[in-house]
């Protein structure tokens, strides 16, 4: 491998003049590892150097060895003068300037002159020195050191000719990315109207991408549904191609993350969805692009190439710019795009004046609304319900403290999420630094057996007590950290709901013992604190008191703000007759017993309150707060 790699770099420089060599490090367009091979090359054919190396201080303060001219062959041990340049790297990088160091051979004697000498030249940067380039010449003739010292200084500059040329490539690369994006935008802005926005969204998209097919789809509902598609004009959700695309498009939509069919090998997204649009209607490469607004994602792009043609990250990156621009776009024409309600009210006029007549409609309409209403309000009678707000409280709470002191390593769960007991995992520690110590601790008993065993052999009873006693007390050691280890994984004592406990943000923070992590409340035990404005509460404390008297209870209906339409029943148990000032309003709690439950259901959830109190008419209904505004004004 080593030899085919020299002699590969051997016919790259061939019999090249210098002038030659350097023109061709110039104008060299390939990867930088291959670029520094041949560097390091043609450096040691100028500078009659026998090796040569290039060296960067890496993250962690070592030096690390970006290359080595000529190849070490696999499995080989590191050359001597290699080893002295990384332990020579950190003086050289203080001195800042070319180095020269003697290397001394194992056969050489004491006081001969070195027959190699190691000259260490720094890469100097913008931000200081960022690597050094060490080089061995075999020579004792200070002359000839100094020739190829500044040989070798001359051309060391050519990597950094090289670095900015790759710079300009990059940037042209970005330059060309954003124009590619500029132009969907544009396209996408001469249309007035949704439809045409997004066939040109799809068809500029599939023209400069060269894709197969190009698809649109905005979230409706909990749905996304195909609104455009490249080169086609119409399509009906019947169609089995439809149906798959949106099937894709909902799978990237829920997990709001780019989706890659084929998936790479350490990809951790979910393309069931995607790989069977794939098989049934290609084969093809399909990638899914989530389209945010304010952070949420509303819409998604879904794109098709052929099967041996996937889409690179380099063209992925500009595609995804294209989306973030044209979102804006896209989603404004989608929502204001829209004559429904214009259409509503010209077909309830047409319908009226059918009913009423052909002339004076809206006079007449309104006429018999007013008289309607009026009737209603009379005759009408509706359930007399006191509104009120409430809040679910937990009348037990579980705490999970934390076990032994460690660092935090892992959060399952927040606030809200439903757990098992024994079975939901919360939280996790971090176990390294005790994995370490259980496997010194078991070296150490191992290392006190041993000694015990020694000491039995030789009839030394003592000495052999002492080392079981110090391998029981590290045995225990080990039993402890071994329970710690099992602790490591926090789980639920209990079923039911995480009520406080929000350490995503505090993931490898240090915890210690005893410190709570979360609270868990089991959802069996909820209740419910309504708080009756005090214009209400005379009202809700007579009927308890008539409910009482002939054993029956005061019933009503709660709903939570996270779910509106789930209708909760609940009793009336116990009125507070003490006012609380809440929102900068006078109300009164009063605790009621829920009947039914659902899983929904969490502590700390608020919502909307009815009592029931009777039926009375709707105009009394109505213009009862108004009533009671003018006689308080009016002292009636």
Known sequence: MAA????????????ASTTELIDRLSRFQGAPGEFLGNLLAVQCRLASAIAGAILRPGADGRTEVAAVFPPPEE???????????????????????????????????????????LVMIPLKGDQGIRGLGAFVIETSDDAVIAASRERLELTISLLSLYEIRLTLQRRQADLSRLRKAMEVLSAVNEQDRFTGAAMAFCNETASRWQCERVSLGFLKGRYVRLKAMSHTEKFSRKMKIVQDIESAMEECLDQDVEVVYPPEAEATCVSRSAGELSKRHGPTAVVGFPLRRSGEPVAVLTVERPA?????????????????????????????????????????????????????????????????AVVFLIFAKGDYRADATFVFEATQRQVVPVPFDGFLKSVSVVPGDSVTAGESILAGLDTSDLRLQLAGARAERLAYQKRADAAMRDEKTAEAQVAHAEADKVNAHIHLLEHHIRKAQIVSPISGCVVTGDLKRQI??????????????????????????????????????????????????LAAAGKPDRHIPFVVERINPVAEVIDQRNVFRVRVRLLETHSGMRPGMEGVAKIHLGRRRYAWLWTRKLVNWLRMKLWL
Request: aromatic share 6%; net charge negative; with cysteine.
């Open 75 to 117: 499995g080989s041990a590191v050359p001597v003068w290699l080893a002295s340049a990384v332990e020579s790297a950190g003086q050289a990088v203080s001195a800042g300037a070319t180095t020269v160091k003697s290397l001394h051979g194992p056969d050489d004697l004491y006081g001969q002159p070195a027959g190699r000498h």
């Open 508 to 557: 490898g923070a240090p915890v210690k013992t005893g410190d709570v992590l979360f609270e868990v409340a089991p959802l069996g035990s909820l209740r419910a604190e309504l708080f009756v404005p005090e214009d209400e509460i005379a009202d809700v404390v007579r009927m308890v008191e008539a409910a009482e008297k002939r054993g029956d209870v005061v019933r009503g209906e």
């Open 4 to 15: 085919d790699g020299a002699q590969s770099e051997q016919q790259w420089y061939g019999d």
């Open 308 to 372: 041996d043609r996937p889409m690179a990250l380099n063209e992925i990156e500009p595609l995804r710019l294209t989306c973030e621009l044209c979102t804006a776009r896209l989603a404004n024409l989608h929502e204001n795009d829209r004559w429904f309600g214009a259409k509503v009210m010209a077909d309830a006029r047409k319908a009226m004046a059918t009913l009423v007549g052909p002339k004076h409609t809206w006079m007449k309409a309104a006429a018999i609304l007013i008289f309607a």
